[in-house]
T-cell receptor, first 118, second 112 residues
Framework: AQKVTQAQTEISVVEKEDVTLDCVYE???????LFWYKQPPSGELVFLIR??????QNEISGRYSWNFQKSTSSFNFTITASQVVDSAVYFC???????????????FGKGTLLTVNP | DTGVSQNPRHKITKRGQNVTFRCDPI?????LYWYRQTLGQGPEFLTY????????KSRLLSDRFSAERPKGSFSTLEIQRTEQGDSAMYLC??????????FGSGTQLSVL
């Protein structure tokens, strides 16, 4: 069974601070995918990034960066120089690659509510 | 790309009533998913369509729940004999593969 744990329920920072959101996952598969989604107050989940289990290269995209470490089953997300518009709930998700590739459903963590104060 | 559209945005119903939600995916997307999200939780998978075929249903989807996707276009999710425990946000997502899903804004159901 797959599981995603986001231990931080809420984080509050002041604008321009850096903030890291933690994600730890459990899976028995050797092939899997990890995701981060953002859910602003409007409710619509917005895709941020996807990594596959064979690609541990960390990634930076603008103010966002991701640190994937298979050894610790973690996929952490850092926002540099946070802005008020970053305030949202952030979800980490996992999908195992089923044989035949017919279906990939996401297992989400409980989310971390990030509040960036001016 | 007009995004995934869900209607209605909010639905209030009395226990025991039937409700139906609609999802219009992005037109070229062949995959469509329904998820349910309760307060303080992440979305939970309910069911999945590839074109018009419903390929998987979660055990969360009791026999009071039924979903359809006629002609592989829009999808409906019906809940019969609603219960208070059905109160949640129902999210629809579509994708042309699964690796990047586009979510709608959801339908918030309140069962009184």
């Amino acid at each position: 069974a797959q599981k995603v744990t986001q231990a931080q329920t809420e984080i509050s920072v002041v604008e321009k601070e850096d903030v890291t959101l933690d994600c730890v996952y459990e899976t028995r598969d050797t092939t899997y995918y990890l995701f981060w989604y953002k859910q602003p107050p409007s409710g619509e989940l917005v895709f941020l990034i996807r990594r596959n289990s064979f690609d541990e290269q960390n990634e930076i995209s603008g103010r966002y960066s991701w640190n994937f470490q298979k050894s610790t089953s973690s996929f952490n997300f850092t926002i540099t120089a946070s802005q008020v518009v970053d305030s949202a709930v952030y979800f980490c998700a996992l999908s195992e690659a089923e044989s035949g590739g017919s279906n990939y459903k996401l297992t989400f963590g409980k989310g971390t509510l990030l509040t960036v104060n001016p | 790309d007009t995004g995934v559209s869900q209607n209605p945005r909010h639905k209030i119903t009395k226990r025991g009533q039937n409700v139906t939600f609609r999802c219009d995916p992005i037109s070229e997307h062949n995959r469509l998913y329904w998820y349910r999200q309760t307060l303080g939780q992440g979305p939970e998978f309910l069911t999945y369509f590839q074109n018009e075929a419903q390929l998987e249903k979660s055990r969360l989807l009791s026999d009071r729940f039924s979903a359809e996707r006629p002609k592989g276009s829009f999808s409906t999710l019906e809940i019969q004999r609603t219960e208070q425990g059905d109160s949640a946000m129902y999210l629809c997502a579509s994708g042309q593969g699964f690796l990047k899903l586009f979510f709608g804004s959801g339908t918030q159901l309140s069962v009184l």
